[in-house]
């Protein structure tokens, strides 16, 4: 199933993201860096949903408190809960 996120306090502007079952299966980040979000979306495909979560979760930009990594996290912690 495709889910869509709005970001926080980063630079990008919407995460279009596909789940099925428990494993990653898409990821499109739209806006910010676009070496790092293509990166990260890749190594997030293919894994387990759990597994990213422990992976990017907590991680900063700058002085921010967050980052499109960790905020690829919340949306996927959002998406589990559902």
Known sequence: ME????????CSMEMIIEVEEDTVKKVKIIGGCAGNTVGVSKLAEGRKVDEVISLL???????KGTSCPDQLARALEEIKNK
């Open 57 to 63: 979760k907590g991680i900063p930009c700058g002085m």
């Open 3 to 10: 889910y869509r996120y709005k970001p926080q306090g980063v």
